[in-house]
């Protein structure tokens, strides 16, 4: 009896796990090409725990940094910066499989600039903007 209600739980645990771990292969739709782009947005810390993730923020969107380059960008969070890199995106899916939108990840990032005041300099340009796609 006791068999038969862990194989219930750990069934009925499956379908959750899937749309909370996409990093993990569970949950993940098409993976697109990597395309060159130059971002402009904020570094954050968010999340918690063992869950935390290292993001550039910008006005419409969020690409999340990849675990490699951690250790370059985490000293720069609060700032500013401008870079360029790899952008990827993943389609999420709910448990249900319904769609629970995208997730943009940059990789091979190069520091093109970082603003330590926290504040915008270029005239005419907006926080997160996407500055050029480059084929």
């Known amino acids: 009896m006791r068999r038969h209600r862990f194989a219930c739980f750990v069934i009925w645990l499956l379908p959750f796990l899937g749309a909370a771990f996409p990093a993990a292969g569970w949950g ?9 782009i130059t971002v402009q947005g904020r570094v954050r810390l968010v999340g918690n725990g063992s869950q935390m993730e290292l993001v550039i923020t910008g006005e419409d969107r969020e690409w999340y940094i990849d675990r490699k380059e951690w ?17 990827t995106f993943v389609d999420l899916t709910f448990a249900n499989g319904m769609p629970a939108g995208r997730r943009y990840i940059l990789k091979n990032i190069t ?24 084929p």
């Open 71 to 87: 250790d370059n960008f985490m000293k720069l969070q609060q700032q500013i910066v401008t870079v360029q890199g790899q952008e």
């Open 111 to 134: 520091l093109i600039r970082q603003d330590a005041a926290g504040c915008r300099r270029n005239a005419g340009m907006t926080e997160g903007a996407l500055l050029h796609e480059q």
């Open 28 to 36: 993940r739709g098409d993976v697109e090409k990597p395309q060159l």
